[in-house]
């Protein structure tokens, strides 16, 4: 990132001298890695964003209308609840789908309930609380018999499982750029199969045939506005080429690994409960437990300030999950999240921290957080 703006910090597309082609062409070179990421065919339909949220606002508001219906999961994201939830007050038809005790949704509970007016099914590939990947092609497959567009999220999955977007039925994939693609935060996008009407809910410069009134029609520019953040696709670039280069497969084994040694560890534990599939069978390297008697921030921030273990906790802006699990009145979960540069070392470190929280009487726990709370700079606790 550094480098890209001292050679070529210039805004792309906008004229014709080295510099600003230097950095169109990382744009577009970008757009291509993309699109082989998600198993697309045609990088100008690889359009960039600030990150997945903004990608399924950018799809969701501009596919569906009063009057519409939309099915998605118990299992999804705020990036695809709340505007769902938006769109649902302004007169969505809406239906949410359940998950089985291991974390899974039913395809056919999903397929049940499209009807004539169905536009959309908007789902996560994998989900961000209990690391389950789902089964999309059967979802797909009856989408595209009937005419009904998959949206799916795979901020999750994109960087560690293969996807192949004709596989899996799918009509946009959305991505976010700092998960497991290794990019930086601020970046995202979406990739639109061809064919797919997203409606414009923005207008604004392109850099291509300005005099123009009416916003392009066609992509990338009819979903881009403005001057992309070339400094986060730099990022981008570098994070994705690292991926190819090492190998899905080598990343996914690496992780799965490792998730299989924590969760092994953990359940050793009395007193930890651990949430969703329990062996690697259809996984991501996110684990999900809870120490019973003791609420989730409290063993995060045992877990941060004495152990220097960085944990998730909270409801992972995946309310719906928790309130299925039972979780969203004891402060939600704590969320072990494993990637490529984490080490068998890092995870029994892990584990003996959570031994070592889980031996304390419950009045220690509480009374050492305090202690040590104003020494923590005062950092909120996340929800």
Same mark, same amino acid.
């Given at each position: 990132?550094?480098?890209?703006?001292?050679?070529?910090?210039?805004?792309?597309?906008?004229?014709?001298?080295?510099?600003?082609?230097?950095?169109?062409?990382?744009?577009?070179?970008?757009?291509?890695? &993309?699109?082989?990421?998600?198993?697309?065919?045609?990088?100008?339909?690889?359009? /960039?964003?600030?990150?997945?949220?903004?990608?399924?606002? &950018?799809? &969701?508001?501009?596919?569906?209308?009063?009057?519409?219906?939309?099915?998605?999961?118990?299992?999804?994201?705020?990036?695809?609840?709340?505007?769902? $939830?938006?769109?649902?007050?302004?007169?969505?038809?809406?239906? $949410?789908?359940? /998950?089985?005790?291991?974390?899974?949704?039913?395809?056919?509970?999903?397929?049940?309930?499209?009807?004539?007016?169905?536009?959309?099914?908007?789902?996560?590939? +994998?989900?961000?609380? !209990?690391?389950?990947?789902?089964?999309?092609?059967?979802?797909?497959?009856?989408?595209?018999?009937?005419?009904?567009?998959?949206?799916?999220?795979? %901020?999750?999955?994109?960087?560690?499982?293969?996807?192949?977007?004709?596989?899996?039925?799918?009509? #946009?994939?959305? /991505?976010?750029?700092?998960?497991?693609?290794?990019?930086?935060?601020?970046?995202?996008?979406?990739?639109?199969?061809?064919?797919?009407?997203?409606?414009?809910?923005?207008?604004?410069?392109?850099?291509?045939?300005?005099?123009?009134?009416?916003?392009?029609?066609?992509?990338?520019?009819? !979903?881009?506005?403005?001057?992309?953040?070339?400094?986060?696709?730099?990022?981008?670039?570098?994070?994705?080429? $690292?991926?190819? @280069?090492?190998?899905?497969?080598?990343?996914?084994?690496?992780?799965?690994?490792?998730?299989?040694?924590?969760?092994?560890?953990?359940?050793?534990?009395?007193?930890?409960?651990?949430?969703?599939?329990?062996?690697?069978?259809?996984?991501?390297?996110?684990? %999900?437990?809870?120490?019973?008697?003791?609420?989730?921030?409290?063993?995060?921030?045992?877990?941060?300030?004495?152990?220097?273990?960085?944990?998730?906790?909270?409801?992972?802006?995946?309310?719906?999950?928790?309130?299925?699990?039972?979780?969203?009145?004891? +402060?939600?979960?704590?969320?072990?999240?494993?990637?490529?540069?984490?080490?068998?070392?890092?995870?029994?470190?892990?584990?003996? @921290?959570?031994?070592?929280?889980?031996?304390?009487?419950?009045?220690?726990?509480?009374?050492? #957080?305090?202690?040590?709370?104003?020494?923590?700079?005062?950092?909120?606790?996340?929800?």
């Amino acid at each position: 990132m550094d480098q890209s703006y001292r050679t070529h910090g210039v805004n792309p597309g906008r004229s014709g001298y080295d510099l600003a082609l230097e950095a169109g062409d990382l744009v577009e070179n970008t757009r291509a890695l &993309l699109t082989s990421v998600v198993g697309g065919t045609c990088p100008n339909h690889l359009v /960039f964003s600030l990150n997945v949220t903004d990608a399924l606002n &950018l799809a &969701l508001f501009g596919m569906l209308a009063p009057g519409d219906h939309a099915i998605t999961s118990r299992l999804d994201h705020n990036a695809t609840l709340r505007p769902l $939830w938006h769109l649902h007050e302004q007169g969505l038809e809406l239906d $949410w789908v359940d /998950f089985d005790q291991r974390g899974y949704i039913d395809p056919e509970d999903v397929i049940r309930r499209m009807r004539a007016n169905t536009r959309a099914v908007v789902l996560n590939h +994998g989900s961000n609380v !209990l690391g389950t990947v789902q089964p999309i092609s059967p979802i797909g497959k009856a989408c595209r018999e009937r005419g009904i567009h998959l949206v799916l999220d795979v %901020s999750q999955t994109a960087g560690t499982v293969p996807i192949h977007m004709d596989e899996l039925g799918a009509d #946009v994939i959305c /991505f976010t750029g700092h998960k497991s693609l290794l990019g930086p935060m601020g970046v995202g996008g979406m990739y639109v199969r061809t064919g797919v009407e997203i409606r414009h809910t923005r207008a604004g410069g392109t850099g291509v045939r300005s005099a123009e009134r009416h916003h392009l029609e066609e992509y990338p520019y009819r !979903l881009e506005y403005g001057t992309p953040n070339v400094l986060g696709i730099a990022g981008l670039n570098a994070g994705v080429s $690292w991926v190819l @280069a090492r190998g899905l497969d080598t990343i996914r084994a690496h992780e799965l690994r490792l998730r299989r040694l924590l969760c092994d560890g953990l359940r050793g534990i009395d007193g930890v409960t651990l949430y969703g599939q329990d062996s690697e069978e259809q996984c991501i390297g996110v684990l %999900s437990c809870n120490l019973r008697g003791v609420e989730a921030g409290i063993v995060g921030s045992i877990l941060d300030v004495e152990h220097g273990i960085c944990v998730r906790t909270g409801l992972h802006c995946a309310p719906l999950v928790h309130e299925r699990l039972g979780t969203d009145h004891i +402060g939600g979960a704590v969320r072990f999240s494993l990637g490529p540069f984490n080490t068998e070392d890092q995870v029994q470190t892990a584990i003996e @921290a959570m031994r070592d929280v889980a031996r304390r009487p419950p009045a220690h726990r509480e009374a050492r #957080v305090a202690r040590q709370s104003p020494a923590n700079n005062g950092r909120p606790a996340h929800t």
